[in-house]
Each structure stands twice: as C-alpha cells, then as structure tokens.
C-alpha cells in the first residue's frame, strides 16, 4: 500500500490542478521548511506528553537513554533499541506507512473536495477503523472476542483522534516529516498511564504530577495554532487557500 497510496494522487492531479503544486509537493515532500517541521511539531508533541515525561524523569528512565558504557560512544537503550525487529516496525516502519497512506497520500485528494478543517477530521476516520485488526490478533492470543472488542474499540478512539492531530500538522506545516515525527514519538512514549501517578505515596508528588499532566495539555492547547502556523513553514499549499 505504501507504494501503490501515491497512484491515486498522481492520476488525480494529472486531471485536475490543485494550486499548481508538484505530486511532491502535495505529498510533503520538499526542502522550503524541513528543518522547522522536523523540529517545531516535535516539540509541540513533547510538551502535551509534558506528564508523562516527567514521570519517565522521576522514575529514572532518563538516564537510561543517556546511560554511555565505557567502550561505546552510543547510549546503551538506543545502541540495544534499534537492534530489535520491534523497535523499527514502531518507530520507523509503522509511522512512515501510515503517514504516507492516510496523510501524504489521503488528505491532499480529501482537500479537493473538504474544507481543510473537513478534511482533518475526515481522514482520521479511515486511520482509526483500519486498527480494528488488531482483534484477530488478540483473539488468536487468547483474548475473548468481547475483550478484544472493547480494546480495540479504545485503539480505534484515541488512534482517531492522534490521526486528526497528524492531520493538522501535515495541512498546516506542509510536510510529511511533520506527522511522521510526532507519530514516531508517540509510539515511543505510549498512551499515558495515570495509574503510575498512584504509585507515588506522598500526596504533594502525586498533585504535582497530575499538575503536570494538566500544564502540559494546556500548554499544547494555546501554542497549537501559533506553533503551526503556515509562515513557519513557507507553506502554501493547503491551509492559505482557505484562512491561516
């Protein structure tokens, strides 16, 4: 799919202009803004997960990705990471194939026809139903099929909703490293578990935690718009035909 998703972007465009862009272009794929794209998103995404890195710090875990051995330049996590099937297929493969088939190669056919904000929240739908297969799989662990169900019905909610975010940044930054890296990121850091806030005995960490938690979502949501903004990226391929 990751090879055949561009086709129908191709034949599309080959018929009908969309604002005198390249098929590359329209897939995300250009130099003008690349290194604020691969940045600025990222950054965004860091501090929404503003709580659960800060667990991640308190438990440790982050001298566990700059812990260095004596006899290797490389951090030891990462040196191990990349060595394992799994750590590829999250951070590298699933991200990029997703991101290529329902964002680079799905939104710029849906911007046709929607409004950008149409769009964003169309395009997530096909990328939360396409997790239901996860079902088979947990069946065929011994799941039962109504547990399944459920957890898949959970994945699909919160999968719907990271695709409308990936689907903003790829409208209003442009590029494709955009969703790519925030995907990766999330994949990376998973859905927040709450649960450990529980395990920490003092009631002062444990509301300063959830503070946290809270600090960081409003962050994300008042430094969104003005984060991604177009300018940023010299993009004007989506989102300025429309407004900014």
């Known amino acids: 799919m990751t090879f055949v998703s561009p086709a129908p972007l191709y034949f599309v465009l080959n018929n009908r202009e969309f604002q005198q862009a390249t098929i590359w272009e329209m897939l995300g794929l250009r130099w003008t803004g690349l290194v604020q794209a691969t940045v600025i998103p990222l950054v965004l995404t860091m501090i929404l997960f503003l709580g659960p890195l800060s667990l991640q710090g308190f438990s440790g875990l982050w001298r566990l990705y700059t812990d260095f051995t ?29 991101e290529w088939t ?23 739908l096909f990328f939360g139903i396409a997790h239901f297969h996860h079902i088979v799989e947990r069946v ?16 699909s909610a919160y999968t719907t909703l990271f695709g409308a975010y990936a689907a903003f940044l ?13 995907h990766s990121f999330c994949n990376h850091m998973g859905f927040p578990d709450l649960s450990e806030i529980a395990a920490y005995k003092d009631p002062l ?37 429309y407004f900014i």
């Open 70 to 98: 004596s006899d290797l330049v490389e951090p030891m996590y990462w040196l191990i990471s990349v060595q394992t099937l799994t750590w590829w297929r999250n951070q590298v493969v699933a991200p990029l194939s997703e």
């Open 140 to 155: 065929k662990m011994g799941v039962s099929l109504k547990h399944a169900l459920l957890i898949s019905c959970f994945q």
């Open 205 to 241: 960490q444990r509301v300063g935690l959830i503070c946290l938690f809270v600090i960081g979502l409003i962050a994300w949501c008042l430094l969104l718009m003005p984060m991604t903004h177009p300018s940023l990226f010299n993009n004007n391929l989506f989102w300025t035909k």
């Open 102 to 124: 329902f964002r680079a190669c799905m939104l710029p056919l849906l911007l046709q026809c929607f409004t950008p904000t149409t769009a964003i929240f169309v395009c997530p």
């Open 170 to 182: 790829f409208v209003r930054t442009g590029h494709f490293i955009a969703p790519f890296a925030a």
